[in-house]
């Protein structure tokens, strides 16, 4: 029996594929620190997605998070022996040309006999692996190639074990189609599994379901449930979703207009650290200019808070 595998360990997951972000890390953080290599993982996992992950976890600074570490979680992972950890790690040591082959195959076979199981997570990391094959430059093309077949056939699994990540992304498949899966475009479908996963909390279902009504793809256009979808997405912490928030009290889309709320979405997005975050600096210097007959000269907001980061 994998003693990793703790009943506060399955505990932990259930809360993450319920989407109770907070309380899944807090419970990895505490299993991290037992030395509990799955539980490396997911914090590997958590901060190799900071905005879709942590939205408004208490105490975490999503500026500062970064891949370095993430990697060292998954390092740290993979050093104690977690099929999954070693995967991802490895992956990204075949890009950084740190390693053999022959690592990579034994990894991979003890995910894939996982997923093969029934383990969400691993059927997650066979999809991401398939996706990314084309993107080693051949490193492991002798042992696993391409197969778009295969991607998706692990995504729609993925989705319909529960992983609301892999809800996400077959929504997105649908949302217009996807010509390499063979995918035609089903707005309706689309919006059930962005559902599903905004149930579970999932930020960019609900920003997807808010491009949806803003577009009036596959549902009538309606900026006040757009608007509505923005608002909850926001309020987890994804940029673009402020960044639109921004753009519809500017504008007077589903909200009465009100430059002082585009002002405040504008700049929560800018202090993300993501990398559209510097869009929310542009349009906050736009507002100044346009709506308080401000000169960049005087105020120059875009050159002093990019100083800042």
């Given at each position: ?297 005087i105020f120059n907001l875009l050159g ?6």
């Amino acid at each position: 029996m994998d003693k990793n595998n703790t009943p506060k360990l399955q505990e932990a997951m259930r809360a993450y594929l319920k989407g109770s972000y907070e309380t899944a890390f807090n419970m990895f953080c505490e299993l991290a620190w037992g030395n509990n290599s799955r539980a490396m993982y997911f914090l590997g996992m958590f901060f190799d997605n900071p905005n879709s992950l942590f939205g408004k976890i208490e105490g975490v600074n999503v500026v500062k998070l970064s891949r370095e570490v993430s990697g060292a979680w998954y390092k740290l992972g993979a050093s104690r022996g977690d099929p999954l950890a070693t995967l991802v790690y490895i992956r990204n040591e075949i890009i950084e040309k740190k390693t053999s082959i022959h690592k990579f195959n034994d990894c991979f076979e003890a995910v894939k006999t996982m997923a093969i199981e029934g383990d969400v997570f691993a059927i997650m990391e066979m999809y991401y692996t398939y996706r990314d094959a084309s993107n080693y430059e051949n490193k492991y093309a002798n042992y696993l190639k391409k197969d778009n077949k295969e991607e998706f056939k692990w995504l729609r699994e993925a989705a319909e074990s529960g992983s609301p990540e892999g809800m996400v992304k077959l929504g997105t498949c649908y949302d217009g189609g996807y010509y390499a899966y063979g995918v035609v475009s089903d707005y309706k479908e689309a919006i059930r599994w962005y559902q599903k996963a905004a149930e579970l909390n999932n930020s960019r279902a609900m920003y997807n379901l808010g491009i949806l009504y803003s577009n009036g793809r596959g549902v009538q256009q309606d900026h006040s449930e757009a608007f509505k979808w923005y608002m909850k997405s926001a309020e987890l912490g994804d940029v673009e979703a402020m960044l639109k928030l921004g753009a519809a009290y500017e504008n007077d889309l589903g909200v009465v207009k009100s430059y002082g709320e585009a002002f405040k979405w504008y700049m929560k997005a800018s202090g993300t650290g993501h990398g559209r975050g510097v869009e929310g600096l542009a349009k906050v210097e736009r507002l100044l200019v346009n709506h308080l007959n401000a000169t960049p000269q005087i105020f120059n907001l875009l050159g002093f808070l990019k100083n800042m980061k």
